[in-house]
Structure formats: C-alpha cells, structure tokens
C-alpha cells in the first residue's frame, strides 16, 4: 500500500491559503472551505488546535491523530 497525504487547510481567504498552504510549498493537494475552525468538517474531526496530523486507514477510519509529527516514529504506513 502506498500513503497518500491531504492537507487540510484553516485559512480563510485564498490568497492566505495561496502564500501558506501546504500546496505552495511541498505540492500535496490541500483541501480548505474557507471556514477556519468554524468548518463543520473541524467539529467532526474534534480539531482543537494546530498543528494537527490524522492518519486515515484504508478503510477510509481514523488510526491516530496526532500534533507533533515525531511522535510517529516508528509507525507503520
């Protein structure tokens, strides 16, 4: 299996989201309503703060949520 990565945007404008998206740097595709932490899809997801990485299974349900990108060492994708 190969890892796929989405970048989920809280900016709230497009030229923010141009200038600091993941996209703009790093060329992964970036998904962002434009709504900030009021997103329906930021509830959903119980996203309190930033950063924020969510490993999604193949099975489309969450594995891990985590803030701090060492702590996944050691994981596997």
């Not at 060329?27 to 119980?46: A, M, Q, W």
């Amino acid at each position: 299996d190969s890892v796929k990565v989405l970048g989920y945007s809280l900016d709230v404008d497009s030229l923010s989201l141009r200038i600091n998206g993941p996209s703009s740097q790093t060329g992964i595709p970036t998904y962002c309503d434009y709504k900030g932490f009021n997103s329906p899809l930021v509830g959903k997801l119980g996203i309190t703060s930033l950063p924020r990485i969510i490993l999604v299974g193949g099975d489309g349900k969450i594995q891990r949520i985590e803030s701090d990108v060492t702590k996944l060492k050691g994981y596997r994708f």
